[in-house]
């Protein structure tokens, strides 16, 4: 069956950094856009960051954008979220998430807590 198992959350002081991953299993990946969004108390789910199907393209939110990449690796099913210079309001779960806009499918991992605190 589908799974995206995130890790790498935990709890970071401000301005440290964090590598989260996603492992993928029971799609074909490599046909997948892989983004990684966030959902912080009170506040809506929102997109941090995308990377299209190959691994090349990738777009960003602002209030990431030269702080975090995201990168695909399809040879081992894996994307991965390097964050850096992490601020308190960076504090959030953190969800992966496939899409292939062509088959209309979509799915989610269970999350991942990242806590930036002093």
């Known amino acids: 069956q589908v799974q995206l198992v995130e890790s790498g959350g935990g709890l970071v002081q401000p301005g440290g950094s964090l590598r989260l991953s996603c492992a993928a299993s029971?799609?074909?990946?490599?046909?997948?856009?892989m983004s990684w969004h966030r959902q912080a108390p009170g506040r809506s789910r929102e997109l941090v960051a995308r990377?299209?199907?190959?691994?090349?393209?990738?777009t960003y939110a602002d209030s990431v954008k030269g702080r975090f990449t995201i990168s695909k690796d399809n040879a081992k099913k894996m994307v991965y979220l390097e964050m850096n210079s992490l601020k308190p309001e960076d504090t959030a779960v953190y969800y992966c998430n496939a899409r292939n806009y062509g088959y209309g499918t979509d799915y989610w991992g269970q999350g991942t807590q990242v806590t930036v605190s002093s």
């Open positions: 029971g799609f074909p990946f490599s046909m997948y856009a």
């Open positions: 990377v299209e199907s190959g691994g090349g393209r990738t």
